[in-house]
T-cell receptor
Framework: DGGITQSPKYLFRKEGQNVTLSCEQNLNHDAMYWYRQDPGQGLRLIYYSQIVNDFQKGDIAEGYSVSREKKESFPLTVTSAQKNPTAFYLC????????????FGDGTRLSIL | AQSVTQLGSHVSVSEGALVLLRCNYSSSVPPYLFWYVQYPNQGLQLLLKYTTGATLVKGINGFEAEFKKSETSFHLTKPSAHMSDAAEYFCAVSDRDYQLIWGAGTKLIIKP
């Protein structure tokens, strides 16, 4: 079945540590997105990519980094510069037509040790 | 700039009662509109979308929404609530870009 796979489901970060969240899609979508979700705040866009080897900052990119070396993969690194990383992280993908909806993975919950 | 407003962070209805979740948007061009549902600790699932054509859109799980341009609204309804409908619901709008503008979400609580 086509879909988006996020891993791990739960992740713990120590002080000063960088962690990487995986996102893989087999929907043949060109566009991919990373969102952060905090209680009562809805979804906030971290980074997005419309094509391989290109990506743009979203509303809250500080303390995060991404890469897009393959169409199927869009990993997110939460760096030590992100002082409040505890949140639920959602990856999504879509086609290039804005009429097409975004499809979501099941998320990764990141916590601080 | 576009914006999406969902009225009510929490909505409580009795099982079997009408569900009405409100969404208003601001857009300078005719928008594309989406409703998503999120169950606890899961990703978002598309309920329905409006792009063009018929303004009454039917989705999954018995939900429907009506696009009203004059009111800039896209409210979500279901005639009879079921316990399994308890979840958080998000309205989103896009114009001609890849990005979606999201509402803050409404948690639907179903009372037995």
């Amino acid at each position: 079945d086509g879909g988006i796979t996020q891993s791990p489901k739960y992740l713990f970060r120590k002080e000063g540590q960088n962690v990487t969240l995986s996102c893989e899609q087999n929907l043949n979508h060109d566009a991919m997105y990373w969102y952060r979700q905090d209680p009562g705040q809805g979804l906030r866009l971290i980074y997005y990519s419309q094509i391989v080897n290109d990506f743009q900052k979203g509303d809250i990119a500080e303390g995060y980094s991404v890469s897009r070396e393959k169409k199927e993969s869009f990993p997110l690194t939460v760096t030590s510069a992100q002082k409040n990383p505890t949140a639920f992280y959602l990856c999504a993908s879509s086609g290039t037509n804005p009429r097409q909806p975004q499809h979501f993975g099941d998320g990764t919950r990141l916590s601080i040790l | 700039a576009q914006s999406v407003t969902q009225l009510g962070s929490h909505v409580s209805v009795s099982e079997g009662a009408l569900v009405l979740l409100r969404c208003n948007y601001s857009s300078s061009v005719p928008p594309y509109l989406f409703w998503y549902v999120q169950y606890p600790n899961q990703g978002l699932q598309l309920l329905l979308k409006y792009t063009t054509g018929a303004t009454l859109v039917k989705g999954i799980n018995g939900f429907e929404a009506e696009f009203k341009k004059s009111e800039t609204s896209f409210h979500l309804t279901k005639p009879s609530a079921h316990m399994s409908d308890a979840a958080e619901y998000f309205c989103a709008v896009s114009d001609r870009d890849y990005q979606l503008i999201w509402g803050a979400g409404t948690k639907l609580i179903i009372k037995p």
